[in-house]
């Protein structure tokens, strides 16, 4: 009789954990994990002239102002960010770049970013590639690469999207698009959209937002692009900075 019971226990016991019942959880019922805490830590800024602040007054550019408000939390933030910078040039470095594509600039790319152990990365490569004749892919596959390098150092990515540019033909707009719509695909929260909000109904960019060379953003702009920043920080959904 005690073998039967010690039977039908088991087979009871075996029928519950293959319901998910005896004290266990379904992988569905597991929590999410939280998005990382970048702040307090160390951030860096890497990208082309718009993050460098051309266009904006000083220390009125979306990354001199956001490092003033990110060291109200505890942030140190460097901004690596320079004129004319493509993503080939933001690749690690001894990456060997196809024929006719720029090597990667040492001072201002991925493994001197990462170099200092941030816990957060801002990429922000509004047109240079697109200007350059680079194809929606080739843009894309170089920021996965950028944020695969910084995943491997334990460091977060937000990804800034594409802005408008003056002197784009239909065709090179058509690509500044695709690059935004694949990106926003595989960012996800982590994708930061630009160009609908400073751009005119030409695709170009609105006066209220323009520095005038056709190219970069004043004061206004760069509010602007700041604002959709401190949005995607406190929306928690990519990265944390608040208090829990």
Request: with cysteine.
């Amino acid at each position: 009789m005690n073998c039967l019971l010690a039977a039908v226990t088991l087979l009871l016991s075996s029928l519950l954990i293959g319901c998910g019942g005896g004290g266990g959880h379904d992988a569905g019922d597991r929590p999410a994990p939280l998005p990382p805490r970048v702040a307090p830590g160390h951030w860096v800024v890497l990208g082309s002239s718009t993050a460098a602040g051309q266009g904006a007054g000083a220390g009125q550019g979306w990354a001199a102002r956001l490092k003033a408000i990110a060291e109200l939390r505890g942030v140190t933030l460097d901004n690596l960010a320079i004129g004319g910078l493509t993503t080939w040039q933001a690749m690690p470095s001894g990456t060997l770049p196809p024929a006719e594509r720029p090597a990667p600039l040492e001072a201002h790319n991925i493994t001197r970013a990462l170099a200092a152990g941030p816990r957060l990365v801002l990429l922000s490569f509004p047109t240079n590639d697109t200007a350059g004749g680079y194809s929606a892919g080739e843009t894309v596959a170089n920021l996965e690469a950028l944020r695969a390098a910084a995943a491997a150092a334990s460091a977060a990515t937000l990804v800034l999207g594409v802005q408008p540019r003056d002197a784009l033909s239909a065709a090179e707009q058509a690509t500044l698009a695709e690059v935004d719509r694949r990106l926003a695909t595989l960012a996800g929260a982590c994708h930061v959209r630009l160009h609908d909000a400073l751009a005119d109904a030409q695709g170009r960019i609105a006066t209220a937002y323009a520095a005038g060379d056709g190219i970069h953003l004043n004061d206004a702009g760069h509010a602007v692009v700041l604002a959709r920043l401190e949005a995607a920080l406190n929306s928690g959904r990519c990265v944390r900075w608040n208090a829990d």
